[in-house]
């Protein structure tokens, strides 16, 4: 059997110098020739106004399938001497600006260091940066608020008995949402709860204790926020999206164009992909190089734009497997008058063969030369991991923390340009950010469904995250 060398999708990570050859991208193990072998390799072509062109060129290695990141390139230039005149631009203020300039993106590489007295979820914060309390608040079904305490160990219901408006307020600013939205009682079949202490204190989990009894068997069902509920009607069978039908729908511009999507999850926050931000660009990982617009459906009548405070990317993001692509931007000031998306409570899947929907600004087909000025959307199946794990699919590529979708038949898929946008599943009348788009192989290939991250599996991480930088 013929084997070839194989590649894991490459990043289009920096603004690719004219009279320089393509980079050249790590290879793996060696696979059959049944399964894929990605070498998409970058390369400017004609430049049109922003939003900047996608870059691609033909390659000795034509019959081999290309892979992609679903993201568009970085913001377009008009030739060598624009980017030697913006490097030299950056080296300037790097030395002469660099200790506030870069002063939040550095912050982010701080350490978080715990001492060996540690206590999780005690209410008292004990690492450096907070991370042995951000792990303890989560949502069940219904959302259902349960809580983990440094003496419970694990998450149980919070009695209802005691609870007001006040708590709800502190308890969904303690997860980095403005206020609460909706706090009623449910019913349970638990043994164990949460029940209240006197006085709320700084955190939930400091001001509750474990009960083995609760009033009427009544506890707490906390949404922090009105999500997943557009105004607008969808356009059955169509493509372009109407306007307020994806409010949470954002575009993110590096450095003044279109780079990749992203979703309002709260007001301060937006989740995106990990991968938009690669180190081996400069300026990527600097919030003041990014603006984040939201709720439009043209890129030709931008709103007013939002600045990000901060870039959070997930600690373990592997640029290689493309595991873990995800991450969040805080942004300067709320987005109080668009409501975000739902994210799902814990516990909660979407079968295989679900349709789901995805959204982006991106490329409308392969190797395209420009991304869509209009915001698209194509209905995508969920497709289950064992069968995209399989030889005439993606081969063992698909992590836990990944989730397919698009059809195997080939034709619906996202592409360059919406990576970090949305992949939405409607559950009652709310839509929930079921996924990330991240990455796959082409675009709307047979047996190549797009690849996104799984925010299920990323939930406590979002959470946690949020709670980190909350404002």
């Given amino acids: ?91 300037w203020m790097g030395v002469r600006y660099g200790p506030s300039l870069w002063a939040l993106s550095e912050k982010e590489a701080e350490t978080d260091t715990c001492p060996t007295s540690s206590v999780n979820c005690d209410g ?36 209802a008995e005691g609870w007001n408006k006040t708590i709800a307020d502190q308890t969904c600013q303690q997860l980095g949402f403005k206020e609460s939205y909706e706090s009623v009682v449910m019913p349970t079949s638990s043994s164990t709860f949460q029940s209240l202490n006197n006085q709320f204190t700084n955190t939930i989990q400091e001001s509750v204790n474990i009960s083995t009894s609760c009033s009427d068997q009544q506890t707490v069902s906390l949404q922090c926020s009105k999500c997943g509920k557009p105004p607008g009607s969808r356009i059955i069978g169509g493509s372009l999206a109407a306007e307020g039908e994806w409010p949470w729908q954002a575009s993110l511009h590096f450095q003044g164009g279109h780079t990749c999507g992203g979703s309002l999850v709260a007001p301060h926050f937006v989740i995106t992909a990990a991968h938009c931000f690669p180190k081996g660009t400069a300026g990527s990982q600097s919030p003041g190089n990014w603006k984040v617009y939201i709720g439009f459906v043209s890129q030709l009548r931008l709103p007013t734009p939002y600045s990000v405070q901060q870039i959070i990317l997930h600690e373990k993001y592997d640029s ?9 931007l805080k942004l300067t000031k709320p987005a109080s008058n668009i409501q ?31 991304s869509s000025t209009d915001l698209l959307k194509v209905d995508v199946n969920l497709i289950d991991s064992s069968v995209c794990n399989s030889a005439i699919v993606y081969g063992g590529r698909i ?26 599943c409607n ?10 788009t991240s990455w796959g192989d082409g675009c ?21 995250k949020m709670q980190q930088a909350r404002p």
């Fill in 1 to 91: 059997m013929e084997h070839r060398q194989a590649e894991f999708p490459p990043s289009y990570d920096s603004v690719v110098n004219h009279n320089t050859p393509p980079p050249s991208y790590p290879s793996l193990q060696t696979l059959s020739a049944t399964q894929v072998q990605p070498c998409y390799i970058p390369q400017p072509v004609h430049q049109t106004p922003a939003p900047c062109v996608v870059q691609t060129i033909p390659t000795q290695r034509s019959q081999a399938p290309s892979f992609r990141n679903k993201r568009y390139c970085y913001g377009g230039s008009s030739g060598t001497a624009v980017i030697v005149a913006l490097v030299v631009i950056a080296v």
């Fill in 427 to 436: 559950v009652g009348d709310k839509w929930f950010l079921a996924g990330v």
């Fill in 399 to 424: 992590t836990e923390n990944m989730q397919c979708a698009g059809d195997l038949k080939g034709g619906k898929d996202s592409c360059q340009g919406d990576s970090g946008g949305p992949m939405v």
């Fill in 320 to 328: 290689t497997t493309k595991n873990n692509d995800i991450a969040l």
């Fill in 124 to 159: 008292k914060r004990d690492c450096s940066l907070g991370s042995d309390e951000t792990r303890c608040v989560r949502f069940g079904a219904e959302n259902e608020l349960q809580v983990m305490t440094s003496k419970s160990k694990d998450f149980f219901p919070v009695c």
């Fill in 340 to 370: 975000p998306v739902c994210l799902p409570v814990f516990g909660q899947t979407f079968p295989p063969a679900k349709q789901c929907w995805t959204t982006g600004f991106g490329v409308t087909w392969f190797q395209a030369e420009s």
């Fill in 444 to 464: 709307g290939k047979a047996n190549r469904p797009g690849v996104y991250s799984n925010v299920g599996k990323l939930l406590m991480w979002i959470y946690g």
